[in-house]
T-cell receptor, first 110, second 112 residues
Framework: DGGITQSPKYLFRKEGQNVTLSCEQN?????MYWYRQDPGQGLRLIYY???????QKGDIAEGYSVSREKKESFPLTVTSAQKNPTAFYLC?????????FGPGTRLTVL | QKEVEQDPGPLSVPEGAIVSLNCTYS??????FMWYRQYSRKGPELLMY????GNKEDGRFTAQVDKSSKYISLFIRDSQPSDSATYLC????????????FGRGTSLIVHP
């Protein structure tokens, strides 16, 4: 089955910790994206990558970092510099203007 | 003015009703128009995709794009309780590297 997988489904972070969210796709799409979704605020773009070894900041990149070493993988690290990381995180990929989403990771700060 | 405007609702309808969901936008460069359905705590699911203007039908769903009015619609016929979800519109252009601009979503409740 082709698609986007995200892990873990739920993640708990203590204050001051860095955590990494996994995103893998087997759709052979070049472009991948990370969004944050908060209640009542819609989707906000964190980072995107249109090709391996290259990525760009989105609207709310502060406190986050990414890497794109393989076409299939686009992990997101939420660093301790992100002051309010509790949110639902969505990974996506795009083909010919159509964007497809993974199932999401819910991150909670304890 | 936001680039994409979408009424957050909630929109509550009885089972079997025809539902109309709408978005307006300001960027005339948008060429690709999408509708997503998102259930609580799940990722958005692509429902409809339209390039440029016109109508597209898929089962109970019809998407319409009116570029002259900068207005897109999603119609759901014979609505079911399982249609209860948040519906997101999104649009993009090749000039914007296909990065979609999303509406905030409309919450739909279909009651039996």
């Amino acid at each position: 089955d082709g698609g986007i997988t995200q892990s873990p489904k739920y993640l708990f972070r203590k204050e001051g910790q860095n955590v990494t969210l996994s995103c893998e796709q087997n759709l052979n799409h070049d472009a991948m994206y990370w969004y944050r979704q908060d209640p009542g605020q819609g989707l906000r773009l964190i980072y995107y990558s249109q090709i391996v070894n290259d990525f760009q900041k989105g609207d709310i990149a502060e406190g986050y970092s990414v890497s794109r070493e393989k076409k299939e993988s686009f992990p997101l690290t939420v660093t301790s510099a992100q002051k309010n990381p509790t949110a639902f995180y969505l990974c996506a990929s795009t083909y010919l203007g159509m964007q497809f989403f993974g199932p999401g990771t819910r991150l909670t700060v304890l | 003015q936001k680039e994409v405007e979408q009424d957050p609702g909630p929109l509550s309808v009885p089972e079997g009703a025809i539902v109309s969901l709408n978005c307006t936008y300001s960027n005339s460069a948008f060429q690709y128009f999408m509708w997503y359905r998102q259930y609580s705590r799940k990722g958005p699911e692509l429902l409809m995709y339209t390039y440029s203007s016109g109508n597209k039908e898929d089962g109970r769903f019809t998407a319409q794009v009116d570029k002259s009015s900068k207005y897109i619609s999603l119609f759901i016929r014979d609505s079911q309780p399982s249609d209860s979800a948040t519906y997101l519109c999104a649009m993009s252009s090749s000039g914007g590297s296909y990065i979609p601009t999303f509406g905030r979503g409309t919450s739909l409740i279909v009651h039996p």
